[in-house]
């Protein structure tokens, strides 16, 4: 697909109750990203992104949990459900096909790919959609993009919305984390956690902290019991997957 400048991406059609890109200036589409990511409101961001490199549908995949049973790892998307569950088979062998090295090659780079021929697709849509890989601290994401027959999209502008989802995300996890930090776990306990998916034991974590070991099997027992966890390992995995070690 040939790719040039924004000036020259086509019109898509604009939905309704949309909160449209295309009407607002720079600042204030920037001010609308920013409230929508601190309140949490993925879908509202990931809209006006949408609409700001001139396409129609969005799909956003958080690859840590890719390997998780079901569609999880989709974090907010408006494709049509059974395209959805069309292209998560697909993400997870394509995902698990892929080195590091290719992984840390492709962030922030568009790739354009073909959707399956058997994939029902929305009218006038696409069957190639483009695929953009970012980080979020040590989280990758990637966000999917359908677009229009005959559409052409802008490449500068592309890597402009995986730098600006990443912010929106970003925003959100803060928010997330602060509230984790001020009202479950305490900073001893999130000491301990941070010891023990560094694979520390508790005679070693006491050594380190000062305190007995007794104490941190206290302070361990009482962050799977706030976390909901029955083991070690499931308490590393939470704090993995909430960005708290």
């Given at each position: 697909m040939e790719l040039r400048g924004a000036e020259n991406m086509g019109e898509t059609r604009p939905r309704a109750g949309s909160v449209s890109s295309k009407n607002i200036g720079r600042e204030q589409f920037l001010r609308k990203l920013s409230t929508s990511g601190s309140a949490g409101n993925i879908q509202t961001a990931m809209c006006l992104l949408t609409e700001y490199v001139g396409a129609s549908h969005y799909l956003l995949a958080r690859y840590d949990l890719i390997q998780e049973h079901g569609l999880d790892f989709i974090v907010a998307?408006?494709?049509?459900?059974?395209?959805?569950?069309?292209?998560?088979?697909?993400?997870?062998?394509?995902?698990g096909r892929s080195t590091e090295i290719e992984k840390c090659l492709s962030l922030l780079t568009p790739q354009f790919a073909l959707l399956p021929d058997d994939a029902t697709l929305p009218p006038h849509i696409s069957r190639q959609y483009c695929s953009l890989m970012f980080c979020v601290g040590r989280t990758r994401f990637s966000v999917m993009l359908l677009f229009d027959d005959g559409l052409i999209l802008s490449q500068d502008r592309l890597r402009e919305v995986g730098v600006l989802a990443a912010y929106v995300l970003s925003l959100g996890d803060r928010r997330e984390m602060r509230a984790e930090r001020d009202f479950e776990l305490?900073?001893?306990?999130?000491?301990?956690?941070?010891?023990?998916?560094?694979?520390?034991t508790s005679d070693e974590i006491a050594v380190i902290l000062g305190i007995s070991r007794n104490t941190i099997n206290n302070y361990i027992t009482s962050v799977m019991r706030k976390t909901a966890t029955k083991t070690r390992s499931e308490a590393i995995a939470y704090a993995v997957r909430n960005n708290l070690v």
């Amino acid at each position: 697909m040939e790719l040039r400048g924004a000036e020259n991406m086509g019109e898509t059609r604009p939905r309704a109750g949309s909160v449209s890109s295309k009407n607002i200036g720079r600042e204030q589409f920037l001010r609308k990203l920013s409230t929508s990511g601190s309140a949490g409101n993925i879908q509202t961001a990931m809209c006006l992104l949408t609409e700001y490199v001139g396409a129609s549908h969005y799909l956003l995949a958080r690859y840590d949990l890719i390997q998780e049973h079901g569609l999880d790892f989709i974090v907010a998307s408006n494709w049509p459900f059974d395209l959805v569950r069309r292209i998560g088979a697909e993400l997870v062998r394509g995902y698990g096909r892929s080195t590091e090295i290719e992984k840390c090659l492709s962030l922030l780079t568009p790739q354009f790919a073909l959707l399956p021929d058997d994939a029902t697709l929305p009218p006038h849509i696409s069957r190639q959609y483009c695929s953009l890989m970012f980080c979020v601290g040590r989280t990758r994401f990637s966000v999917m993009l359908l677009f229009d027959d005959g559409l052409i999209l802008s490449q500068d502008r592309l890597r402009e919305v995986g730098v600006l989802a990443a912010y929106v995300l970003s925003l959100g996890d803060r928010r997330e984390m602060r509230a984790e930090r001020d009202f479950e776990l305490t900073d001893r306990e999130l000491e301990c956690l941070f010891w023990i998916a560094e694979g520390k034991t508790s005679d070693e974590i006491a050594v380190i902290l000062g305190i007995s070991r007794n104490t941190i099997n206290n302070y361990i027992t009482s962050v799977m019991r706030k976390t909901a966890t029955k083991t070690r390992s499931e308490a590393i995995a939470y704090a993995v997957r909430n960005n708290l070690v």
